[in-house]
């Protein structure tokens, strides 16, 4: 039987008790996305920073508040994508949603026909993998999942914005 | 009025005596959803192997008995609510769907742009959504009526509420904070503006003596999951004249009288309100469930889960003092034994996930009840809530469950 332990691993509790990129940023230039989770009322809001020249997530800011879960996925999701670029920020959504075993528009036994293992292959995951207890909690993944869906949708929201 | 032997109720959930995590289940939502006694259990499976076919349908004894019952468990419903006939009684979804229908079919036929519907900072989304969706159909103005410091509603301002309303549509207890709000001044002073009345009572049937007839209000809409009846049944009383003067909500199957080529007439109230297949073995769920509740004596329940959220609200206050907030109402007898509470510092979501380690089950959330939510300033509360079902024991297992808690999460 899962325990709190495998939910609540000590770093979880450090990022939530000192989270990272607490705030905010002037919008515009900055983009800010917000996302809700309706089963438990946490909110977000992501500003991103993103240099449309070079593509890179100069930096990254957040509010809102949540449940140690959803405010350390947070937290670690802000660090973990700073600097790096949109193409890298989407594979670390991806990979993150690999880890919490969400494999998105594909029903069980169906493959989409790309291959989700060689493309996350160099893809580290780093701290985030303290996440993995979550999996055993089936309702606690929409908390941690929060933070990435809307930064997934900030980045459209900005690819979109962008010209091409 | 003897006491309820809790001991012996308990024995009448067969879940309450399963384990959940290894440990005694100690089931504290009963305010989203009641555990059901083996009388209901017993009564559904009965009717499903004994007497099961279509109602008002077939000619055959199985199809006469099914119809039989489930006009029986509707009669039982109406006479457990203090209404003056079984007509006035229509079998919905739930509480939401009732409202719904109110909205859909009163409403719109009576409700135009500039009109007022006067609802009130502690309602459930389902008196909260449908109008304002009517609103932004209609151009329907939404008042709200405020709330004070001390979890009541601030009725200082009503009648300039009022004034030009249609319908006052108010929770009889909140799901939230447990208030009881008082209905006979609510309904008195709609009735002076000429106000329709809707009775959201959906917390409050289940765990107080209630008479429709008494509070004077138009529609009161309720379900029967959270009476120790089965979900997907709900109920929405309304006066007969009402209904009759309503357009039907939904079309199809049984609501009608007769059909054309080029056109249909209803048929009578409450069929007409209850177009296709009704959910037939749960209306004689929910008939049994009122049995029940008769059988144990409202005003007992009443008295029993008073004495329960003193001694919760107790000694909750005794153990953490300061370190715990509770939103709603000290005073018992304007409250029910709902308990939202936060503790400083941690979210009500991580507190919920410790007490399901101790087999304690408590919601976490905003209760489909942002409005609210707001306006306490928090995104989410732990709500403990009780029935008849619970006792000390109970409250002591959440009491020791939330000293763990707390510990756990201790910065």
Redesign the interface.
């Known amino acids: 039987m899962a325990g709190l332990e495998d939910l609540y691993r000590e770093i979880i509790l450090d990022h939530y008790r000192s989270p990272r990129n607490r705030g905010e940023l002037a919008v515009p230039p900055a983009h800010k996305t917000e996302g809700f989770n309706p089963l438990c009322g946490d909110e977000v809001a992501v500003y991103l920073d993103v240099d449309s020249v070079s593509g890179l997530v100069v930096d990254i800011k957040i509010s809102g508040q949540g449940c140690s879960i959803s405010q350390a996925s947070t937290s670690m999701m802000s660090d973990a994508v700073k600097g790096k670029s949109v193409e890298e920020a989407r594979l670390l959504i991806r990979a993150f949603k690999a880890l919490m075993s969400i494999h998105e528009s594909k029903l069980e036994g169906e493959s989409d026909g790309t291959d989700l293992a060689a493309d996350l292959e160099g893809v580290r995951l780093g701290d985030l993998e303290a996440l993995q207890g979550v999996v055993k909690f089936p309702v606690r993944i929409k908390c941690a999942t929060l933070a990435w869906n809307t930064l997934q949708q900030g980045l459209d929201e900005i690819g979109a914005e962008l010209p091409n | 009025m003897s006491p309820l032997d809790v001991e012996r109720i308990k024995a009448d959930f067969p879940i309450l005596n399963t384990k959940s995590?290894?440990n005694r289940l100690v089931f504290l939502d009963s305010a989203a959803s009641s555990q059901k006694p083996l009388a209901v259990l017993d009564a559904m499976d009965h009717a499903y192997r004994h007497h099961y076919a279509n109602v008002h349908r077939g000619v055959y004894e199985i199809a006469e008995r099914a119809t039989a019952e489930f006009e029986k468990a509707r009669a039982k419903v109406a006479k457990f609510i203090g209404a003056s006939e079984a007509r006035e009684l229509i079998f919905v979804r739930n509480a939401t769907e009732a409202i719904n229908l109110v909205a859909y079919s009163w409403a719109r036929a009576n409700l135009h742009a500039g009109d007022a519907v006067v609802i009130s900072h502690m309602e459930h989304h389902a008196n909260v959504v449908p109008w304002q969706m009517l609103a932004a159909e209609r151009g329907i103005e939404l008042r709200w009526i405020p709330m004070n410091a001390d979890f009541t509603l601030d009725l200082t301002r009503l009648d300039i509420l009022l004034d030009g309303a249609k319908l006052l549509s108010v929770t009889a207890m909140s799901n939230v904070l447990g208030t009881i709000n008082p209905l006979a001044p609510l309904i008195a002073a709609a009735r002076a503006h000429d106000a329709f009345v809707l009775i959201d009572a959906c917390q409050y049937i289940p765990h107080v003596a209630t008479n429709v007839r008494d509070w004077g209000a138009d529609f009161v809409a309720f379900s029967a999951h959270k009476m120790c009846g089965p979900s997907g049944i709900g109920a929405l009383w309304a006066k007969a004249e009402i209904l009759e003067a309503m357009p039907p909500f939904l079309g199809g199957g049984e609501m009608i009288r007769d059909v054309r080529l080029e056109g249909f007439t209803t048929n009578d109230i409450p069929w007409k309100f209850e177009a296709g297949t009704p959910a037939i073995v749960e209306a004689i769920g929910f008939g049994a469930a009122v049995d029940y509740l008769d059988s144990l004596g409202m005003d007992a329940i009443r008295d029993h889960e008073m004495r329960l959220t003193r001694y919760a609200l107790d000694a909750l206050h005794d153990e953490f003092a300061d370190r715990l907030t509770v939103y709603g109402p000290r005073d018992v007898s304007i409250r029910g034994g709902a308990i939202s509470f936060l503790f400083d510092g941690i979210?009500?979501?991580?507190i919920s996930?410790?007490l399901d380690?101790d087999g304690v089950c408590v919601r976490?959330?905003?209760h489909c009840a942002?409005p609210l939510?707001r306006q306490l300033g928090v995104?989410?509360t732990s709500r403990a809530s009780f029935y008849m079902y619970n006792d000390e024991i109970d409250v002591d297992c959440l009491v020791a469950a939330l000293i763990k808690a707390e510990k756990?999460?201790a910065?």
């Open positions: 995590r290894g979210h009500a979501h991580d996930q410790v380690e976490a959330g905003h942002k939510m995104p989410a756990f999460f910065i």
